[in-house]
T-cell receptor, first 113, second 111 residues
Framework: EAGVAQSPRYKIIEKRQSVAFWCNPI?????LYWYQQILGQGPKLLIQ????????DSQLPKDRFSAERLKGVDSTLKIQPAKLEDSAVYLC???????????FGPGTRLTVT | QKEVEQDPGPLSVPEGAIVSLNCTYS??????FMWYRQYSRKGPELLMY????GNKEDGRFTAQVDKSSKYISLFIRDSQPSDSATYLC???????????FGKGTMLLVSP
């Protein structure tokens, strides 16, 4: 079974630029999560989708972050404009349904200079 | 006080040692408790999942929950160099709510 795929793996941008991350969940997984993991911290949920609907985006900084999950499969997370404090690893995870067995992708390491 | 507290380490042990990793929490509503292992530059991998109080064993790993003390533990027996990673605890009040993660404890097992 293929795992959660994410791209790119690494990205370096300057502040005020925009960036987009892509996630392909495990086939058949209805729930998709985007987390932000700052160095030395645990992952923090940014947004959760159930199929293509948003379940929880309470911690998403909506003035600069946006996410979509078209057709209930792949998802993209965008940051525009980026700030220095957005430097982090962005993790995508998926689960069969809203539950606890979440499977994580390798993450995208973002550096904002 | 943070909802979930976890000593960041690093915790250094020799190969074959018994390792004890711990988290404390403040929210008495937490019912589901998980341990994830995260290798450097990789995503977290679910190791153990327990509900409410008690013990759960899986091979060399044992997860323990003491809800009265708001304290959870992960024990690793016969530790191996391949166990060197960051261990994250996570928990939530129900199976349908957001996970709250600890900061993670870095474990180093030397040959």
């Amino acid at each position: 079974e293929a795992g959660v795929a994410q791209s790119p793996r690494y990205k370096i941008i300057e502040k005020r630029q925009s960036v987009a991350f892509w996630c392909n969940p495990i086939s058949g997984h209805a729930t998709l999560y985007w987390y932000q993991q700052i160095l030395g911290q645990g992952p923090k949920l940014l947004i959760q989708f159930q199929n293509n609907g948003v379940v929880d985006d309470s911690q998403l900084p909506k003035d600069r972050f946006s996410a979509e999950r078209l057709k209930g499969v792949d998802s993209t997370l965008k940051i525009q404009p980026a700030k220095l404090e957005d430097s982090a690893v962005y993790l995508c995870a998926s689960s069969l349904s809203t539950g606890n067995e979440q499977y994580f992708g390798p993450g995208t390491r973002l550096t904002v200079t | 006080q943070k909802e979930v507290e976890q000593d960041p380490g690093p915790l250094s042990v020799p190969e074959g040692a018994i390792v004890s990793l711990n988290c404390t929490y403040s929210n008495s509503a937490f019912q589901y408790f998980m341990w994830y292992r995260q290798y450097s530059r990789k995503g977290p991998e679910l190791l153990m999942y327990t509900y409410s109080s008690g013990n759960k064993e899986d091979g060399r790993f044992t997860a323990q929950v003491d809800k009265s003390s708001k304290y959870i533990s992960l024990f690793i027996r016969d530790s191996q160099p391949s166990d060197s990673a960051t261990y994250l605890c996570a928990m939530n009040p129900s199976g349908y709510s957001t996970l709250t993660f600890g900061k993670g404890t870095m474990l180093l097992v030397s040959p």
